[in-house]
């Protein structure tokens, strides 16, 4: 069985070879879960095949499947709680510090059983996936201690094979301290190092580690520890890093050797042109920016002027970015950091699978690459960010299959 996607008015391809990445009036042909053929105007003959499904996109706009590379999936509970805090002005850090925050989700995520977990988590897939995100990145972090993490890694791997949306799965342990370790940040670490890290490698339970970086969490030298331990045990290193205090958290993640650096509201020089060097992606997340309250977004447009990659992604928490919908993220991105429409789709698209390791499988459309692409309603990409707040989606296509339709899913 194949599909065949025709007539589209943009086909946004996030390939640097084809124009600006995209095509006019293009159609794209679809066999055995991949991408066979991309072309203008009328499908040759020799192409076409009876037992092939056509989709008229007329008037629509076609882009890769959104890949949100940076969510903390899998957690317990709400916090709607902590908004007259916000309101009066509670730094988020003192937040966590009087013992809220993070730490309170990971009350609500320790109290709840691998099943439950796993439901909130399967009804934000859903919503991710009527919104076009087709993979995402799943981090822990809302357990801490040994059984809740690995129950929460449990229950993202148990997701990706039950549902559509593909789950690339990052262990974050080092996510805050929890209380049995108050004040002993080096015990925590060597917990995770020791106790927690070897079983979850063992049992691929992660691909990725990833560590809070921040003045209050894990201080520079910490994180440095971490990160240098996460290596030697067989991890792809990922750092939230600057994303209050600008520490250093770029330089380190081009010291480490990190695949990406993610926040980076208050990353300095230094660091942007560390992260270029040594190839770190940058992953910011202006969903965050926008509900931290605080009016400051990440330095997009310094970063790309200087060679960074820049990705895009929800940050999808219960504390600081609780919206599973990327087109909303899309219009932070531009007006909140600047970035061009089709500089927001990259950075949701090629950019963000690079961020987690996949770009060769996912991210553009280009002959070989996996047929996961989101059809917008939408005549073009400017519309997409410009008209914010409902969901353009038409269809989705995942592995070449319609899993949604107009906000159905299939
Ligand atoms: O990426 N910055 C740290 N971690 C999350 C927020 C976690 C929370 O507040 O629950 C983030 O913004
Ligand atoms: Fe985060």
Request: net charge negative; with cysteine; aromatic share 6%.
């Amino acid at each position: 069985m194949g599909l065949i996607i025709k007539n589209a008015s943009y086909i946004v391809t996030c390939t640097d070879s084809i124009l600006d990445g995209v095509i006019e009036n293009g159609y794209i042909i679809i066999k055995d879960g991949l991408i066979k053929s991309i072309g203008t105007g009328v499908i040759p003959d020799c192409l076409c095949d009876k037992n092939i499904e056509i989709i008229d996109a007329k008037g629509k706009t076609v882009t890769p499947g959104l890949v949100d590379c940076h969510t903390h999936l899998v957690h317990g509970g709400s916090r709607e709680n902590e908004l007259p805090m916000k309101l009066s002005g509670v730094p988020y850090i003192k937040i966590l510090e009087s013992g809220g925050g993070i730490l309170s989700t990971v009350r609500a995520t320790r109290e709840l059983s691998k099943e439950q977990l796993k439901d909130k988590a399967r009804k934000s897939l859903d919503q991710m996936l009527i919104h076009g995100t087709t993979t995402v990145e799943a981090k822990s972090g809302y357990g801490l201690d040994f059984d809740s993490e690995i129950k929460c890694l449990e229950a993202a791997k148990e997701l990706n094979i039950e549902h559509p949306v593909d789950i690339v799965s990052t262990y974050m342990g080092a996510h805050a301290i929890p209380p049995e370790f108050k004040g002993n940040n080096k015990g925590y670490a060597d917990f995770m190092i020791k106790d927690v890290m070897p079983y979850i490698k063992e049992n691929g339970l992660a691909e990725f580690a990833d560590i809070f970086c921040e003045d209050g969490v894990f201080s520079v030298a910490e994180s440095e520890y971490i990160m240098k331990k996460s290596k030697e045990l067989g991890f792809k290193l990922k750092i939230h890093a600057d994303e209050i205090v600008p520490l250093g958290g770029g330089e380190l993640a081009a010291k480490m050797g990190a695949i990406s650096a993610e926040h980076l509201l208050a990353v300095s020089e230094q660091g942007i042109n560390d992260m270029a060097d040594a190839n770190v992606t940058a992953v910011l997340l202006p969903g965050t920016s926008f509900y931290l309250m605080t009016g400051k977004f990440a330095p997009a447009r310094k970063m790309i002027e200087n060679g960074v990659r820049v990705a895009i992604s929800t940050d999808y928490n219960p504390g600081t970015c609780p919206t599973e919908n990327l087109q909303t993220i899309m219009t932070f991105a531009c007006f909140g950091m600047k970035m061009t429409p089709l500089e927001i789709i990259k950075g949701m698209t090629i950019n963000a699978a690079y961020a987690i390791g996949r770009e060769n499988e996912i991210g553009s459309i280009e002959i070989g690459k996996k047929a996961d692409l989101v059809i917008f309603d939408s005549p073009n990409v400017n519309y997409i960010v410009y008209h914010f707040g409902i969901n353009h989606v038409d269809k989705v296509v995942k592995g070449g299959k319609i899993v949604a339709n107009n906000g159905i899913l299939k």
